[in-house]
């Protein structure tokens, strides 16, 4: 069987499990409430696993690697310690969107009950919308476009056909509101880790081991493309690299403070059934996150290990189709690459719903005279994630 | 002494960045969850255990 065909039904298997998954959540949506923020019910599991499965994006499972691969450890001083300061900050975040009796449905929404209560239409909401709208089409095009590349390059599929389908279950998952995403996120949690684990020791076990890796890094002076000048021995190590030390300060925090109050996850906090959930889920998403950090840090520098250098004409972003296409077999390969796409699939579709409801919810929702039936609603966003869906493949191609 | 801490001395300095980052959360968080407890705030909803936060 060749290596294409065996990947291929590991990523159907994943899918079908996924919209087994996902149909238990449509089941859930009986309101907008339901739709918007799971009713404000999502259990302690459900939120640590959409706070697992959102947070570990395309971005981190595969573009940290190769920030790895090319900077060395300022990856972790910046990112890694930023991302995880977020965390931290994300308690406040929870302690103040939980305040409320009856929390906001949105991130907007919340500025709006806390800023201009009393105000009929809402500015502030609307410009709150907009901005979560602008941030979340670059991201949202950058994840179809990470999968789209490496699912190309793994199974030989067309790029535009890869992303195509990728948009069907990016859909799929996000048109039943916040429950079919946190069903989906369940799945998405688990296959995340075990690609991670399965992708970091099989890199381990071909370099040597944990200390050999070391070792190596220190020892590393291929620059990171093919022809580019070589590094200084040590480099990988410095701690703040060619950044600097103001540069590193302001990656930091504008890590710490950016993920603290990204919309799709201030709604993890609102969806939460209690403010205690909503503060409890960072502290054991992030316990969960630290494990999952030591694979995604062993195959950037395992990766640079094994490759020393990109081939002159692709970008570090290439690290991570070219372990998979000539460091692991095709089983192993196929669970990785579908813990790929669960990364990149939880978090944009994440994005997906808050761009709609943006749209919807907190624009035209706000700024219309008269009220919308709560169906004729739900069936407007659920048109415009198919919309906006399919407008930002096509900008990914 | 390196291998104890299984990273070479000239990567310390981003690990335990990374790693105080993470632990400080621990009591960070506990000491939010009981400032909301001691509130008495019920219709916040700081209710149940550390593993099972229904009512």
């Known amino acids: 069987m060749s290596a294409s065909i065996i990947i291929g039904i590991i990523l159907i298997a994943y899918l079908v499990g996924l919209v087994l998954f996902t149909n238990r959540g449509f089941k859930e949506v009986t309101s907008l409430t339901e739709f918007t923020t799971s009713g404000h019910r999502l259990g302690l599991m459900f939120t640590i696993a959409a706070f697992v499965a959102t947070w570990l994006s395309a971005s981190s499972v595969t573009g940290i690697p190769s920030m790895l ?15 995880f300061f977020a965390t931290s900050l994300m308690a406040v975040v929870a302690y103040k969107i939980r305040m409320p009796e009856r929390p906001s449905r949105t991130l907007p929404e919340f500025f709006k009950l806390r800023y201009e209560p009393y105000a009929e239409k809402s500015g502030l909401q609307v410009i709150a919308a907009l901005s979560t ?79 050999a890796m070391w ?38 925090f504008a890590n710490a403070f ?45 990766g640079k290990i094994l490759l020393a250098s990109i081939p002159a004409g692709k970008g570090s972003d290439w690290l991570i189709p070219m372990l998979l296409t000539q460091f692991m077999n095709p089983v192993i390969g196929g669970i990785i690459l579908a813990a790929i796409l669960a990364a990149a699939l939880s978090t944009a579709n994440a994005q997906l719903l808050h761009n709609a409801l943006a749209m919807t919810y907190d624009i035209a929702r706000n700024l219309k005279k008269t009220p919308i039936p709560e169906d004729k609603f739900m069936t407007w966003t659920k048109i415009l994630i198919i919309g906006v869906g399919v407008l930002l493949t096509i900008a990914a191609i | 002494m390196e291998s ?42 700081a209710s149940g255990n550390m593993f099972n936060t229904g009512d």
């Open chain 1, 69 to 83: 691969f090319t900077r060395g450890l300022p990856t972790v001083t910046g990112w890694f310690a930023g991302w």
């Open chain 1, 133 to 211: 709208v602008a941030a979340y089409i670059a991201y949202i095009v950058l994840q179809i476009k990470a999968v789209g590349m490496i699912v190309a390059t793994v199974t030989g599929l067309p790029y535009a056909v890869a992303v195509f389908a990728f948009l069907i279950f990016l859909v799929y998952t996000a048109s039943g509101g916040m429950w079919t995403v946190a069903w989906g996120d369940l799945i998405n949690s688990v296959l995340i880790a075990i690609g991670l684990f399965l992708a970091g020791g099989i890199v381990l076990s071909k370099i040597g081991g944990w200390h």
């Open chain 1, 258 to 302: 950016g993920g603290a109050v990204s919309p799709h996850m201030a709604a993890r906090m609102m969806g939460a059934r209690n403010v205690k959930t909503a503060l409890l889920m960072p502290l054991y998403g992030i316990g969960f996150l630290f494990v999952c950090f030591i694979p995604i840090l062993i195959l950037g520098f395992g």
């Open chain 2, 4 to 45: 104890f801490f299984l990273v070479p001395s000239q990567a310390w300095g981003p690990f335990l960045l990374w790693i105080l980052v993470t632990v400080v959360q621990v009591p960070w968080i506990l000491f939010c969850l009981s400032r909301i407890e001691k509130s008495g705030v019920r219709r916040w909803g």
């Open chain 1, 215 to 252: 070792a190596a890094i220190a020892a590393t002076t291929a620059p990171a493309t093919v022809g580019g000048a070589p590094i200084e021995p040590g480099a990988m190590l410095s701690t703040v690299g060619s950044f600097g030390a103001a540069a590193m300060v302001g990656i930091f």
